[in-house]
């Protein structure tokens, strides 16, 4: 199955060795996004309802130039700095899942420098190429 890497100015741009996205068949996978300005490459906000919205903004932004969408997301996982910030995250993280909203895996772990980090799966069928072109 052939990879085929997702790459938007909308979204910052990798620090390290990895892609910003990858349609690999009729998915795509984001990797981990924090809430890092595309044009700075410095964090966004500083609560933890500041920090959800860039970094889920990230996301969009490279769901969009993949083909997909918030609504095409089946899988996410969701890692913050301080679990405390559940409830106040997820005010913010529902806003931008429609129904029926995607299986999700929220952990605690050690985060350099930002409150929260989100990596997606979307499934997109085979006819992604052409929501991205239209």
Do not use: W
């Amino acid at each position: 199955m052939a990879k085929t890497e997702i790459v938007t100015r909308r979204g910052p741009a990798p620090k390290g060795p990895y892609s910003q996205g990858l349609r690999a068949g009729d998915f795509i996978y984001v990797s981990g996004q924090g809430p890092i300005d595309p044009e700075t490459g410095q964090v966004k906000g500083t609560t933890i309802e500041e920090q959800t919205a860039h970094t889920l903004d990230n996301v969009k932004a490279i769901l969009e130039a993949g083909g997909a969408s918030m609504a095409d997301v089946v899988k996410s996982t969701c890692h913050l700095a301080d679990l405390s910030h559940f409830s106040r995250f997820n005010e913010v993280y529902v806003r931008y899942f429609p129904p029926p909203r995607p299986v999700r895996t929220t952990v605690g772990s050690q985060l350099l420098g930002i409150l929260v980090e989100v990596d997606v799966v979307a499934y997109v069928g085979p006819d992604a190429s052409r929501k991205a072109a239209g």
